[in-house]
T-cell receptor
Framework: EAEVAQSPRYKITEKSQAVAFWCDPISGHATLYWYRQILGQGPELLVQFQDESVVDDSQLPKDRFSAERLKGVDSTLKIQPAELGDSAMYLC???FGPGQGRSNTQYFGPGTRLTVL | AQSVTQLGSHVSVSEGALVLLRCNYSSSVPPYLFWYVQYPNQGLQLLLKYTTGATLVKGINGFEAEFKKSETSFHLTKPSAHMSDAAEYFCAVSVGSGGSNYKLTFGKGTLLTVNP
């Protein structure tokens, strides 16, 4: 069964350092999502891509976070500089997009657990 | 804007007992509703979803949920709890059609503990 891949699974960094997370969605899924999940909370959407275009980044802290999906397949989320409050699980999900005529169910990867010291 | 409220951040049941996890939603348009399960340090796995049609939805691992529009609820149930059901459960709502983006809004989660 196809799965969403993410790496690394765990990342420990010091504040003010740069970190990057990678996501490879399920093949054929046009829509890719990055969520942040703080311990004890539900996931919150950071950014959503339709192919290579951003369709929603309203909750992305753009002064330090950036995301790209250059070829409309895999994606990278970057934080620079990292702050203590960025410690969280970063989840990637993918789905068929509007216009693909398929279910919009989102499938999640295993996540990257970030700890900022 | 849509929102989800999960009543009870922690539910504890005995093995073999009924599991009931509560979810209420708010949406100005007909919603799509989902339940996901998350095991420690893992991603979210889809349990079941409601889009349209039959209001009683059956999912994996013996779980089911009923969409009640009049009560704006989508409670998750399982007749008999198993130790392997211990995990965190998230209810989510999505609205959208045509070219919109089907953004998921999650509740805060309910941690299910199963006692032997």
């Amino acid at each position: 069964e196809a799965e969403v891949a993410q790496s690394p699974r765990y990342k420990i960094t010091e504040k003010s350092q740069a970190v990057a997370f990678w996501c490879d969605p399920i093949s054929g899924h046009a829509t890719l999502y990055w969520y942040r999940q703080i311990l004890g909370q539900g996931p919150e959407l950071l950014v959503q891509f339709q192919d290579e275009s951003v369709v929603d980044d309203s909750q992305l802290p753009k002064d330090r976070f950036s995301a790209e999906r250059l070829k409309g397949v895999d994606s990278t989320l970057k934080i620079q500089p990292a702050e203590l409050g960025d410690s969280a699980m970063y989840l990637c999900a993918s789905s068929f997009g509007p216009g693909q005529g398929r279910s919009n169910t989102q499938y999640f990867g295993p996540g990257t657990r970030l700890t900022v010291l | 804007a849509q929102s989800v409220t999960q009543l009870g951040s922690h539910v504890s049941v005995s093995e073999g007992a009924l599991v009931l996890l509560r979810c209420n939603y708010s949406s100005s348009v007909p919603p799509y509703l989902f339940w996901y399960v998350q095991y420690p340090n893992q991603g979210l796995q889809l349990l079941l979803k409601y889009t349209t049609g039959a209001t009683l939805v059956k999912g994996i691992n013996g779980f089911e949920a009923e969409f009640k529009k009049s009560e704006t609820s989508f409670h998750l149930t399982k007749p008999s709890a198993h130790m392997s059901d211990a995990a965190e459960y998230f209810c989510a709502v999505s609205v959208g059609s045509g070219g919109s983006n089907y953004k998921l809004t999650f509740g805060k989660g309910t941690l299910l503990t199963v006692n032997p």
